[in-house]
């Protein structure tokens, strides 16, 4: 069975950087020429390309050259250093590469078809719609593992159809006319979620990668300059603007939508205020479900940390301590839908398992009640076993955000001889504040189960972030530890 993609109703996409705009034939038109070069140098139906830039027209142009002719594309991180894109072509035996604009990486096989992004196709026809089988693979996106043996999660063309589909009927298309991306288009968020689907709904897309300090403090213009009604960003970010930016001056945001990472009600309330979007929603999604599978809406029900609402199609239940899935209850979130992943690439040992009889399980605890909300606790991987009891670290990083001299935190778990571990934080104070460990570790006391209070603190000037802007709490743990932390 096939399925299809109508390039004909897209919009214009807009690169804020350069100051440009591509409309939708030049976007088409360039597909179409990619796609020639691409035929002529052999690739076909289920070849996997390599796509190494992103955050352009060209980009897109790109992926649906590649979609066109059937084949595969593998969307990598343009920062890869070039030993890491070496290991991902190898991995994944692509046969066709499409480098960015005076990338130097050279060190790839020999025979393996390296191509260029191309600006000007000139007169010829454009791709009008893409059809393809449902059931093959479309789209390979790494969440880990370059460096080592790749992690590469499978989306058919099905399962991306499902996930824009479902999209689509979540959000208005009034809503998604002009949509900002600031992420980068290498993951599910960014490029499914905030590109694709706005795309695809003839809405006009603005893409400012680059979700650093520079681009939240210029957020509040960007929004207002390009009447921006609808954006996606991760809890990092939403609060560097909250810090740096000044509100947009105009009404036109509609909707925000924050995921990637745990959030807490109180940044929720922050960035509606901040935006004046009348519909802010927590959203969660993995790059296992083609990204958003539920979300919350500030115009349904008041904000609280970790309430991501009800499912986007399909259907979610909990694993509970004796194994069996219940519909309500508490334990590990598990999910069918029709934007779940075929598998990971090559990987039929992590595929097992994770995926059983249709469900996904997500790895992440919660509760679903009776009326089929979902409230996330966190990743069971996190968890911190403190002489038997579970801790959670996504718990105590949302409570120390609420001290007015917390800007950032995160928790860990170190071992320790007689618990088997104790938990451990990385502070990140705000701008002129002494505060000390003692001090916080009494006002935590009086908030939290002594279990949770963390026993070693370490104040730091930057929590890192992956590229997605998610805190990797194994990093984290490896820098603090590195050093001296305070007691």
Not at 70 to 84: F, R
Request: charged residues 20%; glycine residues 12%; hydrophobic residues 40%.
């Amino acid at each position: 069975m096939s399925i299809e993609f109508d390039l004909g109703q897209i919009g214009s996409i807009h690169d804020v950087n350069a100051g440009s705009k591509s409309d939708p034939v030049t976007i088409r038109t360039n597909a179409a020429a990619q796609a020639w070069a691409l035929s002529k140098a052999g690739i076909g139906n289920g070849d996997l390309v390599i796509i190494t830039h992103g955050g352009t027209p060209t980009f897109f142009s790109d992926l649906f050259a590649v979609w066109s002719l059937g084949a595969c594309a593998v969307c990598i991180n343009p920062g890869l250093a070039p030993g890491e894109l070496r290991n991902v072509v190898d991995f994944t035996d692509a046969k066709a590469l499409i480098l960015g604009e005076g990338d130097d990486r050279v060190d790839l096989p020999d025979g393996l078809v390296h191509l260029s992004p191309i600006r000007d196709a000139g007169d010829i026809a454009p791709i009008a719609k893409i059809e393809a089988d449902k059931d093959a693979p479309a789209l390979i996106l790494f969440t880990s593992g370059t460096t080592g043996q790749p992690k590469g999660v499978v989306q058919t063309f099905g399962s991306l159809r499902a996930r824009i589909d479902l999209n689509q009927q979540q959000i208005a298309r009034e809503t998604l006319a002009r949509t900002l991306c600031v992420l980068p288009t290498h993951f599910g968020h960014g490029l499914i979620g905030n590109c694709l689907t706005p795309l695809l709904a003839g809405g006009d897309l603005f893409l400012a990668p680059g979700g650093g300090m520079a681009r939240a403090a210029g957020l509040g213009a960007i929004l207002s300059d390009h009447e921006i009604s609808f954006m996606s960003s991760v809890p990092s970010f939403w609060k560097m603007v909250l810090k740096l930016s000044k509100p947009p001056t105009t009404k036109s945001l509609q909707q925000v939508s924050v995921g990637s990472a745990p959030v807490a009600a109180e940044l929720i309330y922050e960035i509606a205020k901040w935006s004046g979007a009348p519909d802010v929603r927590n959203m969660y999604g993995i790059t296992e479900t083609a990204n958003w599978i539920a979300g919350s809406s500030t115009q349904d029900r008041a904000p609280e940390d970790g309430l991501i609402g009800t499912m986007w199609g399909g259907k979610a239940a909990v694993r509970l301590e004796d194994g069996t899935l219940a519909t309500e209850g508490e334990g590990e979130i598990a999910v069918k839908t029709p934007s779940l992943m075929s598998g990971y690439f090559k990987r039929p040992d992590l595929t097992k398992q994770v995926l059983s009889k249709g469900w996904y399980f997500t790895g992440d605890t919660g509760t679903i009640d009776d009326h089929g909300i979902i409230r996330l606790g966190g990743r069971i991987k996190n968890e911190i076993n403190r002489g038997g009891m579970k801790v959670s670290p996504e718990e105590i990083d949302l409570l120390l955000e609420r001290h007015d001299d917390v800007e950032e935190a995160c928790a860990f778990g170190i071992p320790d001889a007689a618990a088997g571990e104790t938990v451990a934080v990385a502070v990140k104070l705000s701008a002129g504040s002494s505060m000390i460990a003692e001090s916080l570790r009494v006002w935590c006391t009086e908030r939290i189960r002594r279990d949770c209070v963390p026993e070693r603190w370490y104040f730091v000037a930057e929590i890192p972030k992956t590229d997605r802007g998610k805190l990797n709490r194994d990093i984290v743990r490896d820098k603090c530890t590195e050093g001296t932390g305070n007691d």
